[in-house]
């Protein structure tokens, strides 16, 4: 069983729908939980970055974190097209110097 | 440079050739990580250096595979006798300290071993 289970979609929206992105993992030293955005031919880039549970809110996007029931969410509202991308789970823990990532989910949002 | 450097961008080699991959890190981070992203797959850790130094080898995939960094700025991925399997993104990023929730990552190396 991976540390982190994260659906690689694809996951195909209408642009100005809502969007949940979702991880599982079973570790539970994590205590970092981000959320990357990757780009086709790019590196992914921090999108999100929330210590321990509860949530956090930035524009369009709120990442909730659940360490009872070891389950992460990003939500996206008003989706764009200009969010079509592969969204990373990643997490770690205190002192840690290795990240884990999901496998990425890819979105499509459709004009 | 603003951002994370990786060189090639892209890399075609022959099954059995040695290959290097270069990255230079964010002026002023002390960590740097390397990653290996294969299609459909999640980002596979590699190594990680603090400094000059590098804690922790064991996510190297064989003793084909090794890494170094110099001046406590730019790294080296080496990938002895490449095989079909080696092929992937190769990823490097970096981090201004060792708590690595921030990570800053190049736009990585394409590697095609045929």
């Known amino acids: 069983q991976k540390e982190v289970e994260q659906d690689p979609g694809p996951l195909s929206v209408p642009e100005g729908a809502i969007v949940s992105l979702n991880c599982t993992y079973s570790?539970?030293?994590?205590?970092?939980f981000m959320w990357y955005r990757q780009y086709s031919r790019k590196g992914p880039e921090l999108l999100m970055y929330t210590y321990s549970s509860g949530n956090k809110e930035d524009g369009r996007f709120t990442a909730q974190v659940d360490k009872s029931s070891k389950y992460i969410s990003l939500f996206i509202r008003d989706s764009q097209p200009s969010d079509s991308a592969t969204y990373l789970c990643?997490?770690?823990?205190?002192?840690?110097?290795?990240?884990?990532f999901g496998a990425g989910t890819r979105l499509f949002v459709k004009a | 440079g603003a951002g994370v450097s990786q060189s090639p961008s892209n890399k075609v080699t022959e099954k059995g050739k040695d290959v290097e991959l270069r990255c230079d890190p964010i002026s002023g981070h002390t960590a740097l990580y390397w990653y290996r992203q294969s299609l459909g797959q999640g980002l596979e850790f590699l190594i990680y250096f603090q400094g000059n130094s590098a804690p922790d080898k064991s996510g190297l995939p064989s003793d084909r595979f090794s890494a170094e960094r110099t001046g406590g700025s730019v790294s080296t991925l080496t990938i002895q006798r490449t095989q079909q399997e080696d092929s992937a993104v190769y990823l490097c990023?970096?981090?201004?300290?060792?708590?690595?929730?921030?990570?800053?990552f190049g736009s990585g190396t394409q590697l095609s071993v045929l």
């Open positions: 570790n539970s030293a994590f205590q970092y």
């Open positions: 990643a997490m770690t823990n205190t002192g840690g110097f290795k990240t884990i």
């Open positions: 990023a970096s981090s201004p300290d060792s708590k690595n929730e921030k990570l800053f």
